[in-house]
């Protein structure tokens, strides 16, 4: 299912929105009838307010110790793999 555009999302909220303003407007005839007419104004289409771009900092200091200790269990396992290949024949 292809995804959707910008253009699709901002046609998709306009439908949504439905009317935005009501017009009351009284007739003049009889004077204590009131008939409401909706009036669809579109919603302004807002353009992306522009970010400064900051450099990203971010810790990874955590995930160095992880690293190394799956190195760590890596080469034992690679030891014990070794050793048993020369024990078992």
């Known amino acids: 299912m292809p995804k959707k555009t910008r253009k699709m999302k901002q046609r998709s909220a ?3 929105s439905g009317p935005v303003t ?3 407007q009284a007739e003049e005839g009889n004077g204590a009838t009131a ?3 909706p009036v669809l104004s579109p919603r302004p289409i807002l353009s992306p307010v522009s970010r400064l771009n900051t450099p990203a900092t ?3 200091s955590y ?3 992880d690293l190394r200790r799956i190195a760590m269990f890596a080469a034992f396992f690679f030891v014990v ?3 048993l290949s020369f024990i078992i024949k």
């Open 14 to 16: 306009m439908r949504r």
């Open 22 to 24: 009501d017009q009351v």
């Open 35 to 37: 008939e409401v007419k």
């Open 58 to 60: 971010f810790d990874y």
């Open 63 to 65: 995930i160095y110790s």
């Open 81 to 83: 793999l070794i050793a």
